[in-house]
Structure formats: structure tokens, C-alpha cells
């Protein structure tokens, strides 16, 4: 368990969040207002280092990782984030740091040495929507549904960063005997959970730069299975998967040879629709396939 808290979060959306993925930034913050959720910033933060620093330089990146928890101690909260990729670097540098001592010497040794107050290790870091099914509660989170999704065919991806290792995320998470947070989410708020294999599977935005027409293929074979499955709407925690599955599809439909047109939005996104936020503020402008005629189209208004 992290620290005591009362609905207040040390906030990191991650570099996506803050540059090409705002909406996801932005619905967040809408809907925790909404629920009475305090966001705190993390003023100072830097990247988390995912990926290139922790495979060239694994000290430094559990340097930078408990500079950051050290900072969510100061400020007396938990990290809570909406980038499956932060959490999961966060949460396997947590998991070391709190597991082995000598470690935490070592790195709090480099951490004083650079003018940074020593980490505790009694902080947690926890996704978005776990503190709303875990922290903020299913009837709560109902009470504030005024415009209900009525039956939206809804696929839920989770990507594979929020899921695995299991044994780091403690069975959260989908298929892998997980209390399904984005089912629940999705059924609070009126809509239909599709089920597709894809759906806790990866989606390849690591493999990108390696070889972009797999990863187009990846990516859209998710969506199209989705859409081939009832789907009227794709939603994700992940910024990063946002970006695969939104941002590349018309990417993925030139190089699959086939059109996809599923709208993906982030879950903060579809919770906020439900909520009556508009759609201005929940950045649905900025989605690359509109999914406000879908919704129209199942009687859900559009502000």
C-alpha cells in the first residue's frame, strides 16, 4: 500500500499526453474534476525513461525513476498515470527499489549527490482507471452518468504494458484474471463491451521504427478484428496505444488494403461523453476518425 490519501495524486501523463496525444490529458483532468479527484502536477518531472535509457543505462533510469517517486513522497501522494508505458516502467523500478535495500542505497546515494531528497519507497503508482473502479468506487462513478452510452458497441484495449508481468500489476488488468477495469467502465457508463482476442495484446508502437509494415499490420489487425466483431467505437488507458490504433489507422487500412474506419479514443474520452462534458474539452476535434456520428446515431448527445 502507498500512502494515505484522500481522492489527491501526484499526476505524470507522460510525454505523449503533453505533446501529440493533449485529448488524453485533457479528458483526464475533465473527468477527475467531475468526480472530485485532485490531479496534482508534478512540476519538475522529467521523462521516465522508458525503453533506450533503461536498456543503455539501467542505474540511471532507476536514478530517474526514483528522483520522480521521491518527489510524489514530498508531495505526501501516490503517482497515478494515463501511459500503460510509465506505469510499467514505474512500477518494475518501484517494485526493485522497495524489494532490495542495498539497491535503494546505491541509487539514494546519487540521488543526494544531485541535490534530491532521498526516496522512502512508500509511494505506489497506480493507472487512471484504477482509481476510478478502486479508489473512487462503481456507485460513485454511476451517480454522474447524465448522457448514458445506450448500448455503444464498445472494444476495449488494453495494450500490453498495463498487463504484464502479472506478478508486477497484481492480476489488474484484462483477460489475465483481472477485476476487467475497462468492461466495468464501459458498462457504467451504458455502453457494450465487445470482446475480441486482440484485446490485451500488444500494440505495437515499440516496434514502429523497426519494421513500420509489420507494425501497421499489427496495429490495424487489432482494429479490424475489433470492428469485425461488432465494434462501433475502439477505446484505450494508453496513450501510446491511442497513437498506434488512432493517429497510423489510415496508415494501417493503405498498407492492409482494406478500410478499417473504427474511431479510437482514449477511455478518459468516453467516460467524459457519458458525464456531459463537451466535446471541446474532451479534444474530440482531434481525433483522426470521428466518432460523433456513431454516437449520434445511438442517441448519445453531443455537446
Known amino acids: 500500500m502507498g500512502i494515505s490519501q484522500n481522492l489527491n495524486y501526484a499526476y505524470y501523463p507522460g ?3 503533453k505533446q501529440i496525444q493533449k485529448e488524453a490529458d485533457w479528458s483526464a483532468r475533465a ?3 467531475k468526480l472530485g479527484v485532485s490531479l496534482h502536477d508534478m512540476h519538475g518531472a522529467t521523462c521516465c525513461g522508458a525503453g533506450n535509457l533503461q536498456e543503455h543505462d539501467p ?3 532507476l536514478a530517474i525513476n526514483a528522483r520522480i517517486f521521491s518527489q510524489a513522497e514530498e508531495m505526501g501522494m501516490d503517482i497515478v498515470t494515463i501511459c500503460n508505458t510509465c506505469l510499467q516502467t514505474f512500477s518494475f523500478a518501484n517494485e526493485r527499489l522497495k524489494a532490495e535495500p542495498e539497491l535503494l542505497e546505491k541509487v539514494n546515494a546519487i540521488l ?4 534530491v531528497r532521498p526516496y ?3 509511494i505506489d503508482v497506480k493507472h487512471f482507471i484504477w482509481v476510478l473502479i478502486d479508489d473512487v468506487g462503481e456507485e460513485t462513478l454511476k ?3 447524465v448522457n ?7 472494444a476495449p484495449f488494453y495494450g500490453c504494458h498495463g498487463l504484464r508481468p502479472n506478478e508486477v500489476f497484481n492480476g489488474r488488468g484484462g483477460r489475465l484474471a483481472g477485476p476487467q477495469y ?16 486482440g484485446k490485451d495484446k500488444c500494440c505495437g508502437f515499440h516496434y514502429m521504427l523497426l519494421n513500420e509494415k509489420e507494425f501497421l499490420h499489427m496495429s490495424g489487425g487489432h482494429s479490424l478484428e475489433a470492428k469485425n466483431h461488432g465494434a462501433e467505437v475502439m477505446v484505450s488507458p494508453c496513450t501510446l496505444c491511442d497513437m498506434a490504433l488512432g493517429a497510423y489507422q489510415s496508415r494501417s487500412e493503405k498498407a492492409m488494403g482494406t478500410k478499417i474506419g473504427l474511431p479510437e479514443m482514449n477511455i478518459s474520452q468516453l467516460i467524459g461523453m457519458a458525464y456531459g462534458l463537451d466535446q471541446k474539452t474532451l479534444g474530440l476535434g482531434r481525433l483522426h476518425t470521428d466518432p460523433r456520428p456513431v454516437m449520434k446515431s445511438r442517441g448519445v448527445q453531443i455537446i
Open 15 to 17: 510525454c505523449a499526453a
Open 148 to 154: 448514458p452510452l445506450n448500448d455503444l458497441q464498445v
Open 182 to 197: 475497462m468492461e466495468k467502465l464501459i458498462r457504467i457508463m451504458g455502453g457494450e463491451s465487445v470482446d475480441y482476442y
Open 112 to 115: 543526494v549527490k544531485a541535490g
Open 120 to 122: 522512502q519507497g512508500t
Open 143 to 145: 451517480k454522474h452518468v
Open 31 to 33: 473527468v477527475s474534476e
Open 59 to 61: 542505474a540511471a533510469g
